[in-house]
């Protein structure tokens, strides 16, 4: 049994590395990849449908950021950049910062001020990064990184407009596909920056080119109702929600994502913070799996569309799970309810469980 190596290893066949890269290369690898599908029981039963979350929050700096993240900094690494830079509402710094620290190279991120959760500080900030803020938001730190990286050539961008970045966060639907021995009717995803979606669709394109399947999903985009551009075919100038991951008004990939709509006949959703938040509980409450609210568009998606139809029943749907719960402790902890306190006393625990019987 060989242990899992990480995604520019196990699928070096289909990434475009080396070809400009310095003799001698290395992946930057966290082993990242190999994600859980994991089978939706109670999401299934209340659609009618054969729903899977593919968690992504399960990667080593706990969101999808990282399939992107192995590719780009080992390039930037292979190719002599001596640092990177990336605009972020939060998961891509912390994923850039530690493969950076992982490659010795130095590592800076540009965050929207105020706007970014909790623990994907504490990460960026633990894996040794440079934090910036930025007074603006996430669409203004990217023109910031763009501008920067434009200018001063050692430092590399790492942002999702980076191609490899897209490159290796196709994978994610290499594995969907070994995993089930076929695509999804429909794959639901949060859309923020667009990157993911682009990746997605280009992977699945790829395995259908190849004939290792023999149809594509439908790909159901979701943004949060106040950061909703592609819903509104219009950049949103003060985007706001409390998905911050997803806090974005203008979609660096934007032609790739309606690109990926159309070619798929799929859709782009809006959900609102209040169906967020309610899909973030049931995730966490119904399948055991805790993730950020961001992550949770891609149920409140896919709610919606089994409940006017989109998605008709005994559809097999992917859901993905963008990032970890555990990123953003305050949004959890803003409905914490009422904490029960007790001396040592077995009696009052069990009556605190309503279990006294
Ligand atoms: N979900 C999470 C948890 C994210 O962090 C992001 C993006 C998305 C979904 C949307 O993905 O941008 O490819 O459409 N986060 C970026 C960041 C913007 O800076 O961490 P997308």
């Keep these: 049994h060989t242990p899992w190596p990480g995604l520019i290893t196990a699928y070096r066949d289909r990434l475009p590395v080396c070809d400009t890269w310095e003799a001698g290369w290395e992946p930057v690898t966290l082993r990242e990849g190999a994600t859980p599908l994991l089978p939706a029981k109670a999401l299934s039963e209340l659609t009618g449908c054969d729903v899977h979350l593919k968690v992504e929050g399960l990667n080593p700096t706990g969101s999808f950021k990282d399939r992107g993240m192995t590719m780009a900094v080992t390039e930037a690494k292979a190719t002599g950049k001596k ?148 819903v509104n075919g219009a950049p949103v100038k003060d985007p706001e929600t409390i998905a911050t991951a997803i806090r974005i008004g203008s979609p660096a990939s934007w032609n790739q994502a309606v690109a990926a709509k159309d070619e798929s006949n799929g859709e782009f959703r809006a959900a609102t913070d209040e169906k967020l938040l309610e899909a973030y509980r049931l995730i966490a409450k119904a399948e055991g799996v805790f993730v950020e609210p961001a992550s949770a568009a891609s149920v409140a998606g896919l709610l919606a569309a089994t409940a006017d139809g989109w998605i008709e029943k005994g559809s097999t749907v992917v859901c993905t799970v963008t990032g970890n719960g555990l990123k953003d402790p305050d949004t959890a902890l803003s409905s914490l309810p009422e904490i029960a306190r007790v001396g040592i006393d077995p009696v009052a625990v069990a009556s605190a469980m309503g279990l006294t019987e």
Aim: with cysteine; hydrophobic share 45%; net charge negative.
């Design 83 to 230: 640092g990177v830079l990336c605009a972020s509402t939060g998961n891509t710094s912390a994923s850039a910062a530690a493969y950076a620290a992982i490659a010795g190279i130095e590592c800076a991120v540009l965050v929207p001020a105020g706007k970014i959760a909790m623990g994907k500080l504490a990460q960026a900030v633990m894996y040794g990064a440079k934090i910036i803020e930025v007074d603006g938001n996430f669409d203004d730190c990217l023109e910031l990184a763009r501008k920067t990286t434009a200018t001063f050539d050692t430092i590399a961008l790492v942002n999702s407009v980076n191609p490899v970045r897209i490159e290796g966060q196709k994978t994610a639907a290499f594995e969907i596909v070994d995993a089930l021995g076929k695509a999804p009717d429909v794959h639901a995803l949060p859309v923020g920056n667009a990157g993911n979606i682009t990746a997605y669709w280009r992977g699945y394109s790829e395995y259908f080119a190849d004939g290792v399947i023999s149809s594509r999903p439908r790909m159901l985009g979701v943004q949060a109702a106040g950061a909703a551009p592609l």
